[in-house]
């Protein structure tokens, strides 16, 4: 089992920066690929940025490419989003997942507001 907690949300200015954080426990992480992902209010969960589990490949949607940037620290079990350039339409509750075969976890999910 790995118990994963999100952290680092808030309420941001449009253009501003927000730094996300997700710390694993449990199990560590290192066999893990992690992702985040992101639920706008009043839509479905969609995909935000994955990193592989050594972190030598990393994937973004296109909504987000150039802005947000997925990236892992092994030593301290823990995945991090850094986000750039934010805007309105980022507005969502942003959850961490780990995945490997069929075990798959999630955090509870960290609000983070952007206003206009």
């Known amino acids: 089992q790995v118990q994963l907690v999100e952290s680092g949300g808030g309420l941001v200015q449009a253009g501003g920066s927000l730094r996300l954080s997700c710390a694993a426990s449990?199990?560590?992480?290192?066999?893990?690929?992690v992702g985040w992902f992101r639920q706008p209010p009043g839509k479905e969960r969609e995909f935000v940025a994955g990193?592989?589990?050594?972190?030598?490949?990393?994937y973004y949607a296109d909504s987000v490419q150039g802005r947000l940037t997925i990236s892992r620290d092994n030593a301290k079990n823990s995945a991090y989003l850094q986000m750039n350039n934010l805007k309105p339409e980022d507005t969502a509750v942003y959850y961490c997942?780990?995945?490997?075969?069929?075990?798959?976890?999630w955090g509870q999910g960290t609000q983070v507001t952007v206003s206009s």
């Open positions: 449990g199990r560590s992480l290192t066999t893990y690929a």
């Open positions: 990193i592989s589990w050594n972190g030598g490949r990393t």
């Open positions: 997942n780990a995945i490997r075969g069929l075990r798959n976890y």
